[in-house]
């Protein structure tokens, strides 16, 4: 047996030619298979993950997007929506004003209506009263005369003539006075 310390103990670690040159043959045929098989498997894993990254990508991209454009379109809604409620508002407002005036015509319109009914019918009863007054005025008067004359008035025509003339002669004295 040999021991370490009779030679080169070194050449136990390097090792022989033919198995270097076998360790190389096999070393170029593991290389070839993992070119041939292992590595396109690996590069199509790879770019289909690539792929769904980049689709994720574009996807999150495109939804940004959609949110921009749907958020100005929500801020363009918002900004018609405000303009239309300050038109609705001022078209009410301007409503509002219209309907006063209006009520307020008619309203003055019907106190014009109801002075002027009332007016009439206040002279209608001041005619009436002055009717009624002078129809008083006469009866008493025949039988104020007919007391001065000591006889009664008989006939219809005669009372009638005598209250015509006192009638009369009280509208000359009111129309001087």
């Given amino acids: 047996m040999t021991t370490?310390?009779?030679?080169?103990?070194?050449?136990?670690?390097?090792?022989?030619?033919?198995?270097?040159?076998?360790?190389?043959?096999?070393?170029?045929?593991?290389a070839v298979f993992f070119y041939k098989f292992f590595l396109p498997r690996f590069q199509k894993i790879f770019d289909e993950r690539a792929e769904k990254i980049q689709g994720g990508m574009d996807k999150a991209a495109a939804a940004e997007k959609e949110a921009e454009e749907a958020k100005k379109k929500y801020e363009d809604q918002l900004t018609q929506a405000r303009v239309q409620a300050s038109k609705i508002r001022d078209d009410a407002r301007a409503?509002?004003?219209?309907?006063?005036?209006?009520a307020r015509s008619r309203a003055e319109s019907e106190a014009a209506q109801i002075s002027a009914n009332a007016q009439r019918s206040i002279e209608s009863e001041q005619q009436q009263a002055l009717v009624s007054?002078?129809?008083?005025?006469?009866?008493?008067?025949?039988?104020?005369?007919?007391?001065?004359?000591?006889?009664?008035?008989?006939?219809?025509?005669?009372?009638?003539?005598?209250?015509?003339?006192?009638?009369?002669?009280?509208?000359?004295e009111s129309k001087e006075d």
Avoid at 95 to 102: F, K, L, M, Y
Avoid at 133 to 148: D, E, F, H, Y
């Fill in 95 to 102: 409503e509002a004003s219209h309907i006063i005036a209006d």
């Fill in 4 to 30: 370490l310390a009779d030679g080169n103990g070194i050449d136990l670690f390097i090792p022989k030619t033919y198995d270097i040159f076998w360790s190389f043959i096999i070393l170029v045929i593991l």
């Fill in 133 to 172: 007054l002078k129809g008083q005025v006469g009866t008493i008067s025949v039988a104020l005369a007919g007391k001065i004359l000591g006889k009664e008035l008989k006939s219809d025509a005669v009372q009638s003539d005598m209250i015509d003339s006192v009638l009369g002669d009280l509208e000359d």
